[in-house]
């Protein structure tokens, strides 16, 4: 088994985009065509063997319309008029019914193709979904995968299909260049030589172009994430009275405007130059269209070739000449795209948080152990925790007190096994936390962060969630919600416990953070398989008679259980039978609270402080 480590290290595997490694590209091409050949194998062949089709059949409809001109000349002073009529009328008519084939063939196409990318995004955001809960929490906080994750989510989805869009259309092109060319062959084989010489001044500029793009869009990633954070904070904040009354929302359109007049600005001149510079790489292709077709018109005058023939190679000639373009457009499609698309192939490959066939540790009389444990967020960062020991027994209640960023909220993330320590050991019953089975260990926790999840959909979930199993066990349910003191709200709503939690939902409500609270407790407390109950500041913001039966409630249901509970209140701490007290990431005091306030140091000082405000001055 792999043991997850939490000694300073990268926390993936950088991905180096090299312009000049044809393998990664087709490794990206690969790896998107698996996606999609993986939701719909079928469809995928059909756009393929469809687009196939198509581009072959463009050359029977010119031979046609060669022997409609042929036919048209030949009849001039023929006598038997109705025979030519006929037979040029036949012509017409099965060309028409090719092109009408064609049109038909297209549209199927391009019918199957929007379906295909519509799959292909949703499985992208599935996927994109899946990959982002199973990465670790460090990987997760890593600004460099922030960087790259908010670009993959702006450009992925769209980026993929046009990278599919491209790989689908290359079998038509090739049928039509290759159907083209073999006409003009058998003219003159130089003449297709000539249509892919002239064609390579277009490639090369584009393609330099393409990485110039790149590197523009890099450049101006920065100010594309102002961009999206001034749009989301004006749209979608909770709290709109705040900007209203600090009037930060024209100063921050401002500065929305600023950053989004000089994205455009530096995007319009890169394709000014882009565009002329196409003009002039096409100039080629359009003399020798013209050279060609002076060679063609002499054959005709001096009889070499008929007119349906100078039409057939002409035809045969712009066709070998667009399919060509569409060809090189297609290949540098795929590279623009391939840029931004190996972002997200590199994301779907990172390696998961963790393997879930680790270490069982023992459940029933057992202690959590830490050891020396010393922990910071980033490398070069400052220690969060220092060298923190204690060992708490099942059936003891611990309260942690502290004040701000003393280290109690990342101390309970080390708990729960998100982080791990860079120096010391954090064992549970004996085994140490990096080797335990997480899926195993998850399910004994029972957690309430202090920024907890606000799941906005009915009541009934938000307390289900605790324990998905039971999630149809309304009356559970309605006990829980009891003893977290949110029952009376709960039933004074018009729809009871299915009222949606926010107003965006219909018949929605939008709860106190007091609420919300109460609603996370619930959700602790209706998770009855776990043994390790951790709350984090749970009724900071509930009304102190709630709080205290709610204390006594978690008091009764953690009898032969762990709980371990942050708070700043402390009516609360007596329910606690030991009480740790941090102190800029250490625990510089532990106890009982009445050996505690003999001690007559921190703890006393905060205790005094806050008993002083409750009673008032002395
Ligand atoms: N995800 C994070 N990345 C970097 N630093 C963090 C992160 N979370 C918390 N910190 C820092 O760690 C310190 C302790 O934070 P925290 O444990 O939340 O304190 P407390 O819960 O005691 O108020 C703070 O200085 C905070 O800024
Ligand atoms: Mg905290």
Known sequence: MQGRTGKDQKVFPRLKLSFSRLGQVIFVLREIVKIVSRIKPGLLVTVFVLSFVWGFSSIPTFYIEKLIIDSLVSSLGSPDKQKVFYRIFFLVSLSLLISLLRNILSSVNSFLRHTLSRYLDAELDVLMVNKVSQLSLPALENPEFMDRFNKIERESGRRAWQLMTPISEIPGYLAGFVSATAVLVLVYPLISLGVILVSLPRFFVNSKFIKREYDLDTELSPKNRVWAWVRYHLTKNRNFMELRILGVSHYLTEKMRSVIDEILSKRATLNKERESWAFFSSLPLTFYELLVSAMLIFWVVVGKITVGSFQLYLRSLRSAEQNLNGLIASLLNIYEN?????????????PDEESHKGVIPPKGDISIVFKDVWFRYQDQQSWVLKDISFEVSQGEKIAIVGENGAGKSTLIKLLAGFYLPQRGEILIGNCEISNIDLSNWRKRLAVLFQDFE????????AIGYGDISRLDKLSEIKESAKKAGIDNFVESL?????????????????PSIGQWQRLGIARVLFRKGADILILDEPTSNVDPEAE????KELSKVSKDKFLIFVTQRFSTVRIADRIFVMDKGKIIETGTHRELMKLNGKYHRLFTLQSRSYVGFD
């Open 548 to 551: 205290e039966r709610i204390f």
């Open 454 to 461: 606000l799941y906005p959909f009915s009541v009934r979930e």
């Open 338 to 350: 391939y840029i931004y698309v190996a972002d997200l192939v590199w994301f779907l490959g990172l």
């Open 494 to 510: 018009p729809l009871g416990y299915d009222t949606p939690l926010t107003p965006e939902f219909g018949g929605g409500v939008r």
